[in-house]
């Protein structure tokens, strides 16, 4: 079997902020579970590349390329680039198992 290609940037969340205890944008959403849930639910509502997520609060922020230059110290959140999820693979293995 070939190793799978990792992910490019633009179809699956970083781990990594792309600036740590900052904040921009605006409040999408309340009760979100983690970063890469946020940035995936910021690139499927909006347009925005990037999101703003604090998991103390698990506030969930989309950020415009000009809040993102605006930005600013937000103690607790951190911003990350937006992302689709991840596709599964096409093929037999991405197939249901067939009845008996």
Request: charged content about 15%; proline content about 17%.
């Amino acid at each position: 079997p070939r190793p799978r290609p990792s992910p490019s940037p633009a179809s699956a969340p970083s781990e990594l902020p792309v600036a740590a205890g900052q904040g921009c944008g605006s409040l999408l959403r309340g009760s979100v579970p983690n970063a890469a849930a946020c940035a995936v639910f910021v690139a499927v509502q909006t347009a925005a590349p990037f999101a703003s997520y604090s998991p103390r609060s698990r506030e969930c922020y989309a950020c415009t390329d000009q809040e993102f230059s605006f930005r600013s110290p937000a103690t607790g959140f951190d911003i990350f680039r937006s992302a689709l999820p991840p596709t599964a693979p096409a093929g037999p293995a991405a197939r249901a198992p067939e009845g008996p």
